[in-house]
């Protein structure tokens, strides 16, 4: 199980989140911008210090305020999707595919790498560079960056809030793949009632920094 039980304040806005769920396939993270989405995972990645809480993924502890304990993001076992593909733009997407897991300090692994790459339909990018990728390409890219780095979870915030239909249709494809493919879960933010529909295999609804109800797909209308 994903156990979340965290409390965290900026000026007036104040989140206070309890609660459980199965890590399998796609978990939603859904609500209104400014709701305390993104602030939720980016406390699971150990990016935002909880004023106070519990984070633990299948038994393994993140954060525990009351043991004044919070484990090192590159220690967490997480892969990280952003809004925005933040690629090394000095580097190919050989090499930028390559940091997830040195940064993590996991070993090459080939066999898998190819994987990634054939899953993702990137190999023949390999030798570019940043600069000359498309939205579409460079976020399947960070996608396969941060699959390359991850143990346990995936985590994504709103990946494709910058990309055409057209583009969106394509990616949204391919990450609904990565469960079966991967055997990774996905936590993934969004605000988009379509994604969610397409995506989820269980909601977390979220407003005002409080969880509303989580929904399994089976209930969904």
Not at 138 to 148: E, F, K, S, W
Not at 159 to 176: C, F, G, H, V, W
């Amino acid at each position: 199980m994903l156990d979340v039980r965290v409390e965290k304040s900026f000026g007036e806005f104040s989140m206070s989140m309890d609660f459980s769920v199965d890590p399998t396939g796609v978990t939603i993270l859904f609500g209104k911008s400014g709701a305390g989405k993104t602030t939720l995972i980016n406390m699971i990645a150990g990016l935002v210090p909880p004023d106070e809480g519990f984070i633990a993924c299948q038994g393994e502890i993140y954060f525990d305020s009351a043991k004044k304990f919070s484990l090192p993001p590159e220690r967490r076992g997480l892969g990280y999707v952003f809004q925005e593909c933040r690629l090394f733009t000095h580097l190919s997407v050989k090499n930028n595919l390559l940091f997830g897991p040195r940064f993590c300090g996991r070993p090459y692994n080939p066999s898998h790498f190819e994987k990634v790459v054939e899953v993702l339909g990137i190999g023949g990018l390999l030798s570019r560079r940043p600069g000359s990728l498309s939205g579409g390409e460079g976020q399947r890219v960070a996608i396969g960056r941060a699959l390359l780095a991850c143990r346990s979870f995936l985590l994504m915030d709103e990946p494709l809030n910058s990309l055409d239909e057209e583009r969106k249709e394509e990616l949204t494809a391919y990450i609904a793949s990565i469960p079966q493919n991967f055997g990774i879960p996905i936590l993934y933010v969004t605000h988009s009632r379509e994604e969610m529909a397409r995506l989820a295999d269980r909601v977390v609804f979220i407003q005002a920094g409080r969880m509303e109800k989580i929904q399994e797909r089976t209930d969904f209308s």
